[in-house]
């Protein structure tokens, strides 16, 4: 599948500025504050050559609100310069996060912006850090500073959230939750005066809420989720678009308990799959590819879930998506959502067939990169498993693509090759059973797909040597008078 491409825990360094240069007067200034605690301009201004996190833990608790102001930003600084998370521990081991958090309460407005951003920086890092965070009590304060009338503040306290929930403790994200984080994100969205760059954040926080985490985010908080990403997949901002799309994909991604339930939350809303289905031809592959997840993971669901998604025509767009994408990862994707129409009853596969997929499939069989790919091998096993369409592949060439495919995997370094081999033997074993066995195997063996077999009795993995043994014993032996396999 696709190499991971969401939102993780937000970017740090955004907007920040390097370092002046250090003034012989200002470095004197800067190591001054020890004897008698300076507080003129001249000392406020050095504070931003100041690195060391003590020194400015201690500045941060001056009774001064100018070195109050100047160290918390001068730490923010610090934090956003560094894309070296270890050393966020420098300034935790400090004790700065506890004064951070008691500044999110301050009168000063810009001693509140810098503290959420310090604690932002702090919150993209280890778990451990974001833990560190978590413990000094910033939640509920940031949730609090969600109702700012400051726009700038509101903006970075939802980027401190997102920090926070889209670490892998589930914990965290239950906790915001309980605090009313939902509804907040929620609130913004159905403002109209809602700047672009607040909504991306917004988008993003929600997409972190949905993250597969162990527990995963609760159907009832879904619920209401869905009603803003329905919202936000219509927004004219590209981002937002594409985060939102991940966040349904993240909702729905196979293998939670609860993923059926949560498919037919979305196919309950024939508006909001039509607006998903449209954006599966969007021309920017960072809306297209999520797009097309989210179709693969409803097709993976139930078989009265995949008839449903049909019954909105998907067919057409797959084959539409199939001649005209050129991105590797949208076709295996692609492939892989065709691969599990397949897997299901005759009346799903003869739907695939009469939409004149099959052709297409055989199409990619010889494409030079497509034709290594488990999701087309998939495709074509899943629909051996009919006799029907066994006799109609066997007769369109399937076979000898088959063995093309034998050839390219056997010995190179692809990946999945074990998967690939295990599947190409499956499949050229339901195509023996059923058909002309004498056609089938001879067309094997003048394909070369013979050769390799017979290797493979000797691979390093048992399953594909079971297979190719197991494939020699019941069917080439009984017409070794065809073939002569070395």
Not at 67 to 88: E, H, M, P, T, Y
Not at 186 to 211: Q, Y
Not at 416 to 427: S, Y
Request: charge should be negative; hydrophobic fraction near 40%.
């Amino acid at each position: 599948m696709n190499p991971t491409r969401i939102l993780k825990k937000q970017v740090t360094g955004q907007t920040c500025r390097p370092d002046r240069f250090r003034s012989p007067v200002s470095r004197i200034y800067a190591n001054a504050y020890v004897n008698g605690m300076q507080e003129d301009s001249d000392f406020v201004e050095s504070i931003q050559y100041i690195t060391d996190p003590l020194k400015l833990k201690t500045l941060s608790l001056s009774s001064n609100p100018d070195i109050q102001l100047a160290s918390i930003r001068q730490i923010r600084k610090l934090l956003s310069d560094s894309f070296d998370i270890l050393k966020n521990d420098k300034f935790i081991e400090s004790g700065i996060i506890p004064v951070l958090v008691k500044y999110l309460k301050h009168k000063n407005s810009n001693v509140v912006f810098e503290a959420t951003w310090a604690l932002t920086n702090l919150a993209s890092g280890t778990s451990e850090q974001t833990q560190a965070v978590v413990d000094s009590g910033a939640i509920p304060l940031l949730i609090d500073l969600l109702e700012s009338d400051n726009s700038e503040i509101v903006n970075q306290a939802i980027w401190a959230l997102s920090n926070i929930v889209g670490d892998e403790n589930a914990d965290f994200r239950e906790q915001c939750i309980k605090l009313g984080i939902i509804p907040k994100l929620l609130k913004f969205i159905d403002a109209s005066d809602s700047p672009t760059d607040l909504i991306r954040n917004v988008a993003g926080t929600m997409v972190n809420l949905c993250r597969p985490k162990i527990p995963p985010i609760s159907i009832q908080n879904v619920q209401k989720i869905l009603q803003g990403f329905e919202k936000l997949i219509n927004h004219h901002d590209a981002t937002v678009v594409s985060d939102s799309l991940w966040g349904i994909d993240y909702i729905i991604e196979p293998g939670e308990d609860d993923n059926e339930a949560k498919v037919q939350l979305i196919l309950k809303n024939k508006i909001f799959v039509k607006r998903i289905i449209k954006l599966l031809n969007h021309p920017e592959s960072e809306i297209q590819s999520p797009a097309i997840r989210i179709i693969g993971n409803i097709i993976y669901g139930t078989n009265l879930q995949t008839q449903e998604i049909l019954d909105f025509g998907i067919l057409t767009n797959i084959k539409e998506l199939l001649h005209s994408s050129d991105d590797i990862y949208a076709i295996k994707d692609i492939l892989w959502a065709l691969s599990n129409i397949l897997k299901g009853p005759i009346e799903h596969v003869n739907a695939v067939f009469d939409a004149g997929l099959f052709s297409t499939i055989l199409e990619y069989s010889y494409d030079e990169e497509i034709r290594i790919e488990n999701e087309l091998i998939l495709c074509i096993k899943n629909a051996a498993e009919h006799p029907k369409y066994v006799e109609i592949m066997i007769n369109m060439g399937f076979i000898q693509s088959l063995s093309e495919i034998l050839k390219n995997v056997h010995g190179s370094d692809v990946v999945h090759e074990e998967n690939i081999l295990i599947n190409v033997l499956t499949a050229l074993q339901k195509f023996t059973i059923v058909g002309n066995k004498k056609d089938v195997l001879k067309e094997i063996q003048n394909s070369g797909g013979a050769h390799f077999i017979a290797k493979l009795q000797k691979h390093e993995n048992e399953e594909i040597q079971h297979l190719a043994k197991s494939y020699f014993g019941k069917f080439f032996l009984l017409y070794e008078t065809l073939f002569l396999v070395k």
